[in-house]
C-alpha cells in the first residue's frame, strides 16, 4: 500500500507549457517535501513545506500544502527543458525522522 | 559542507559474489539513511543510524544485507551473495536531525548483478 500517491505517474510536454503535479495521502503529515531527480544522481531536496495551506514559490515553481496537511501539489509555470526529471514527494510522520516517500512523477520537458 | 558522498559510483558483479559501499554523510549531520531505488521508482528504506546506534532496518530486507556505521561517521553496506534481484541504485542520505526532516543525498551506487 503506497501511502503517498503521486500523479501522474508520468508526463510529456513541450517547452512553455504550465504543469501541475499531485501527492495525495489519507494520512496527515507534520511537513512534506518535494524532491527532484535526474538520472544516475541522488534525490535534489527543492522545498520542505511545514504549514496546512502554505504556499512556496522557487522561481517558476510553485508547492502548495492542503490545509490539512494530508496532500500537496507542484506547479511549473513555462517550463523547460532544464526542469526534466523525476520529481519525488516525501511525508514526515513521527519522530523518528523517518519519510514515507511517493513513487515519484517522471517529468519530460520536450524542446 | 562537501556533500554527501558514495563510492563506487557503479559496480558489476557475478551472481554470488560479495559487494560493499561506503557511504560518506555531512559531518555534522548524525543520522544516515540508505535506500534502494529501481529505476522510475521512489527510494525503498532499508536502514538508518543514529550516530552508530542503527536503529532501525527494514522487514523486507534480506539477511544477506548489513550495514555499519563504526565511530557514527561512515557507513557501510554489505551484501552477500549477490543475486540479479539485487541490481537497483543504492542511495544513502543524512540528515542533522534536531527537528530537521530535510534529507541529504549523496549521487548513489548503481549496482548490476549478472
Known amino acids: 500500500t503506497q501511502l503517498l500517491e503521486q500523479s501522474p505517474q508520468f508526463l510529456s510536454i513541450q517547452e512553455g507549457e504550465n504543469l501541475t503535479v499531485y501527492c495525495n495521502s489519507s494520512?496527515?503529515?507534520?511537513?512534506l517535501q518535494w524532491y527532484r531527480q535526474e538520472p544516475g544522481e541522488g534525490p535534489v531536496l527543492l522545498v520542505t513545506?511545514?504549514?496546512g495551506g502554505e504556499v512556496k514559490k522557487l522561481k517558476r515553481l510553485t508547492f502548495q500544502f492542503g490545509d490539512a496537511r494530508k496532500d500537496s501539489s507542484l506547479h511549473i509555470t513555462a517550463a523547460q527543458p532544464g526542469d526534466t526529471g523525476l520529481y519525488l514527494c516525501?511525508?514526515?510522520?513521527?519522530?523518528?525522522?523517518?519519510?514515507?516517500w511517493g513513487a515519484g512523477t517522471k517529468l519530460i520537458i520536450k524542446p | 559542507d562537501t556533500g554527501v558522498s558514495q563510492n563506487p559510483r557503479h559496480k558489476i558483479t557475478k551472481r554470488g559474489q560479495n559487494v560493499t559501499f561506503r557511504c560518506d554523510p555531512i559531518?555534522?549531520?548524525?543520522?544516515l539513511y540508505w535506500y534502494r531505488q529501481t529505476l522510475g521508482q521512489g527510494p525503498e528504506f532499508l536502514t538508518y543510524?543514529?550516530?552508530?546506534?542503527?536503529?532501525?532496518k527494514s522487514r523486507l530486507l534480506s539477511d544477506r544485507f548489513s550495514a555499519e556505521r563504526p565511530k557514527g561517521s561512515f557507513s557501510t553496506l554489505e551484501i552477500q551473495r549477490t543475486e540479479q534481484g539485487d541490481s537497483a541504485m543504492y542511495l544513502c542520505?543524512?540528515?542533522?536531525?534536531?527537528?530537521?526532516?530535510?534529507?541529504?543525498f549523496g549521487p548513489g551506487t548503481r549496482l548490476t548483478v549478472t
Open positions: 513545506v511545514v504549514t
Open positions: 494520512s496527515v503529515f507534520s511537513s
Open positions: 542520505a543524512s540528515i542533522r536531525g534536531q527537528g530537521s526532516y530535510e534529507q541529504y
Open positions: 559531518s555534522e549531520h548524525n543520522r
Open positions: 516525501a511525508g514526515a510522520r513521527g519522530s523518528n525522522y523517518q519519510l514515507i
Open positions: 543510524f543514529q550516530n552508530e546506534a542503527q536503529l532501525e
